[in-house]
């Protein structure tokens, strides 16, 4: 995915976005924990949380 389509996902800044993905770039692809965070989904984000009045609602 593009920044563009990453920030419009998740509402994290640009800086941030290119943070993250130069960190991934520079980090080894056989590299066991990355392996095990990208490829198992969390529970928590099996519903995305909606926000109203400004506050993250449950």
């Known amino acids: 995915m593009d920044r563009a389509a990453i920030r419009s996902a ?3 800044s640009e800086r941030l976005i290119q943070e993250y993905l130069t960190l991934y770039q520079e980090c080894p692809a ?3 924990r990355l392996q095990i965070l990208l ?3 969390d529970a928590a984000t099996a519903t995305p949380a909606e926000i109203k009045r400004g506050r993250l609602m449950p």
Do not use: Y
């Open 39 to 41: 490829g198992t989904p």
């Open 10 to 12: 998740t509402g994290l």
């Open 30 to 32: 056989a590299n066991d």
